[in-house]
């Protein structure tokens, strides 16, 4: 149950919103291996004017950036994949924003399950109530 929080550079873009969210949620999907049915894109788009990179405005530089802060629970994911998922969101990203600048940033976020949830319910207690209806090993 992710929650991805997307700054795009530039003017407030329904269809790329829409392309990103799908695009993001795909990676997220295939690397990382969330659900897509508990995943959560939000989308800001920033002028830019108002990004700076190196110290000039992206204005100034004629590029385009991103940044994506994705919220996952803590220990859900190895090194590896979040390597390949760090590659696999700014190439996508590149072929989405022309002109992406190279100070495009992917933090991966891991909380704890107990201080993270979603419909009033913690990650940990989810846990422990797939555990409880899971059948007993032999």
């Known amino acids: 149950m992710p929650l991805l929080n997307v700054s795009l550079s530039g003017a407030p873009d329904d269809a790329l919103a829409g392309a990103v969210a799908a695009r993001l949620s795909a990676l997220t999907r295939d690397i990382l291996h969330k659900d897509p049915a508990v995943t959560a894109v939000k989308i800001a788009f920033i002028p830019e004017a108002h990004w700076f990179t190196a110290g000039r405005a992206l204005a100034d530089k004629a ?9 996952v629970t803590d220990g859900t ?17 590149g072929a989405l924003l022309p002109e992406l600048d190279p100070e495009s940033y992917v933090l991966v976020r ?3 399950a107990d201080a993270y949830g979603y419909g009033g319910r913690t990650q940990e207690a989810r846990y422990q109530a797939a555990r409880l209806k899971a059948p007993a090993a032999a």
């Open 77 to 93: 994911n190895t090194k590896d994949e979040k390597a390949a998922y760090l590659e696999a969101v700014h190439a996508a990203m």
């Open 63 to 71: 590029t385009r950036s991103f940044a994506l802060d994705v919220i």
């Open 110 to 112: 891991e909380v704890k």
